[in-house]
């Protein structure tokens, strides 16, 4: 079994950042890719950004420019940094990873950037 932790969520304003982290119980050295998704209030979990094992990134469109994933496999960690918030970007943040063909989500942190 693996735990996925975040934390890093809060209130801000438009144009503020914050700093998610996503902390694993395990190692992340070998997991190929590690996710953010998101949910905001009654709308459907998407994705919002991938890093892979060899530090390849990718963004859905919305937020590119903005976000930025990182990776420290000595922390098992894997943070979201976002930049220039928009209130459309409040929405519960969410860590995903694979492992072992087995899907994990973390407990989610709650975003709210007020306009």
């Known amino acids: 079994q693996v735990q996925l932790v975040e934390s890093g969520g809060g209130l801000v304003q438009a144009g503020g950042s914050l700093r998610l982290s996503c902390a694993a119980s395990?190692?992340?050295?070998?997991?190929?890719?590690m996710r953010w998704y998101r949910q905001a209030p009654g709308k459907q979990r998407e994705w919002v950004a991938v890093?892979?094992?060899?530090?390849?990134?990718n963004y859905i469109d919305s937020v590119k420019g903005r976000f930025a994933i990182s990776r420290d496999n000595a922390k098992n960690t894997v943070y979201l940094q976002m930049n220039s918030l928009k209130p459309e970007d409040t929405a519960v943040y969410y860590c995903?990873?694979?492992?072992?063909?087995?899907?994990?989500w973390g407990q989610g942190t709650q975003v709210t950037v007020s306009s």
């Open positions: 890093i892979t094992r060899g530090g390849s990134t």
């Open positions: 995903h990873a694979v492992i072992i063909g087995v899907d994990y």
């Open positions: 395990r190692s992340i050295l070998n997991v190929n890719a």
